[in-house]
C-alpha cells in the first residue's frame, strides 16, 4: 500500500511471537519504494528466523 505522504507500507498478517518482538522485529515497515519495502520485509523475517533458533 502507499500512505498519503507517498512511502510504501506493509503489515504482516500474522502477529510474530513476543520473543521476537522483544529481539527487535517489527509488524509493519515502510520505505521509499518498492526494493526498499522488500528489503525491510526481509530483515524483519531474518529477525524472526534468528530468535527461533
Known sequence: ???DAGRFWATRERPFS???????AHRTVDAD???KLCQAIA???SIAEQTAR
Open 43 to 45: 530483515a524483519q523475517e
Open 1 to 3: 500500500m502507499r500512505s
Open 33 to 35: 519504494d518498492l526494493v
Open 18 to 24: 513476543r520473543a521476537v518482538e522483544d529481539a527487535g
